[in-house]
């Protein structure tokens, strides 16, 4: 606790340092290549009726919205005079980012990994490695986000004088969620500017992903207060409904305590954590953030979930309508076209936040239309 008491104190004071945010502002400009793009999607709004945007966040360096919030922690990280940044993947595009700012600033790097995504997402842990950064591979229960996690934190509390927990989502304990969400508003701030240049007006609709929910909440936080504004999250379904089988925590899971925060989560009866799955490795986690839950049962954001079948036509039909391989992550708030379960405003305006490129999930896509010519 004294370590996180620490880190708020430090936090809230470069929060109102000039000097700190007129640096981190020239990293997003000059290293991340803010702002991006806002593009209008011609062919699919014509078939879906509305007037689609796509927030351009795999234009970021480093192919992800990550990079945001990963150059703010590590500049904040240099501050407080740490050497060593210590950091969880799934997907490895957060791994990526850290070990992109980490490069940068001069900072050590390690990466904690599970044993499933570090085989399944190799690409991605060759770029760590080419960075400099040392990826560990975690050999123990699923071999997905959450042992990652439990790895890195571990390691972090036997080691808090010299090292930094760079989080990659808005998970965690407090001040994590809030620092996270700080940084990455950055995404929602641009989309208001610029939704108001092309259209002279708010949108209807925002559409982002959700697992632990960075992208999510760095789109939907400029936008909370202004409720005409439909804010929709989507889930991974994966195979089904069945425990083990998605990683739908806001559907279908239930309040609890995870990594140090209380929220939706997978759990059986006895308050243990489910397994999850999702074809996406970054949307592979059984808890999701705090803030998220409280918007859910609030009622300000809608859920649904999609399946995994769904998401890739989606993948395909963004592809090959637009140009632009997303990240499975991100096909899975463009599944939403497909099923608006909540509607969608005939001519209105949508806006899906496109978090990532989708290079590093070629090898499972090449996997799954495999395994599906061979089903037919």
Known sequence: MESLFRLESEYARVSNDPHFQKEYGEYLRCFVGRPTPLQFARRLS???GCRVYLKREDLCHTGAHKINNCIGQALLARKMGKKRIIAETGAGQHGVAVASACAALGLRCQVYMGMT???RQSSNRMRMEILGAEVIKVDEGAGTLKEAVNAAVRDWVTHVED?????GSVVGPHPYPLIVRDFQSVIGSEVKR???EAEGMLPDMLLACIGGGSNAMGLFFPFLKEERVNLVG??????GGNNGQHAATLAMGRPGVLHGAFSYLLQDDEGQVLPSHSISAGLDYPGVGPELSFLKDSGRLKITAVRDDEVLRSFFELSRKEGIIPALESAH???YLRNPVFGLP???IVVINLSGRGDKDLDI???EEEKRGQTK
């Not at 989507?234 to 195979?239: D, K, T």
């Open 194 to 196: 610029q939704v108001y």
């Open 365 to 367: 896509i090449a996997w």
């Open 117 to 119: 995504d570090f085989h």
């Open 346 to 348: 005939k001519d209105g």
């Open 234 to 239: 989507i889930e991974a379904g994966g195979r």
């Open 46 to 48: 014509q078939r879906y």
């Open 163 to 167: 090292s930094y927990y760079l989080l």
């Open 333 to 335: 708030a463009l599944t």
